[in-house]
């Protein structure tokens, strides 16, 4: 997991390094701005929701304990859930520029690149495509979350771990896509390295619920995974 957390790292600082990336993610910010800002809203509006179910009613001394530990619970699913939404959103928004991004990092270590020739909008279809079965797979751990919805810890744990597998995949779409890869393959990598994406994800995942720094993280990632998949592109 560390070494997962350390390479997110490297790929943040790689992409403030070189002009080269900079000068991409600087014409992508606004658009990420955008769907950043939505988000936030629709989140803050869960958080309210939840918490209202969530809640007790009481007027013990404890109970006044209890409603913010429950209501940090509630903030915390909600911002995942945002920044779900924004991974997948944004990603698919910004893919023809990701693409590049990933283009330009594997030149910078020295790999062999596949140019590819996907117009705009086939970039974005195809991003977008690419989440469907990640998304079955999530709502399945969002089914066993509701199993355990008036135990909010429970829920929060279980929903928090599903998202961040989910994260595993969507990080990994650009390098994934420009070497041929389809979902089993995805899912045999993933699984191989398991520790290292749950590592990788989970950073991210933290780093999505700080202000500005959040606009980063779906470029860093597809720097840092760039940088470290070294495996030969497929023709």
Do not use: H
């Not at 910004?94 to 086939?122: C, F, H, N, Y």
């Not at 279980?158 to 389809?182: H, K, M, Q």
């Amino acid at each position: 997991m560390i070494k997962g957390a350390l390479a997110f790292l490297a790929g943040l600082k790689l992409l403030f390094e070189r002009s080269e990336l900079r000068a991409l993610l600087w014409r992508m910010l606004g658009l990420l701005f955008l769907f950043m800002a939505l988000l936030s809203v629709a989140a803050f509006w869960g958080v309210d929701y939840l918490a209202a179910l969530w809640i007790p009613q009481g007027d013990a001394w404890y109970w006044q304990l209890l409603s913010w530990f429950v209501w940090l619970l509630a903030l915390l699913l909600a911002l995942i859930s945002g920044a779900i939404a924004y991974v997948t959103l944004g990603s698919a928004a910004v893919a023809p520029w990701l693409d590049e991004l990933a283009g330009r990092t594997e030149m910078i270590s020295g790999q062999s690149v596949r140019p590819q020739s996907l117009p705009w909008m086939k970039l974005v279809i195809q991003s977008l495509s690419n989440s469907l079965r990640p998304l079955l797979g999530l709502l399945l751990w969002g089914g066993a979350a509701l199993l355990f919805f008036w135990l909010p810890p429970v829920a929060t744990a279980i929903w928090s771990y599903g998202c961040v597998r989910f994260l595993s995949f969507e990080l990994i779409d650009t390098p994934a896509s420009r070497r041929n890869w389809d979902f089993a393959g995805r899912k045999q990598r993933l699984n191989e390295g398991r520790w290292f994406y749950l590592g990788f994800a989970g950073l991210a995942a933290l780093l999505l619920m700080v202000p500005l720094l959040n606009l980063t993280v779906i470029p860093a990632a597809v720097v840092g995974l760039s940088s470290v998949i070294k495996e030969p592109q497929e023709a």
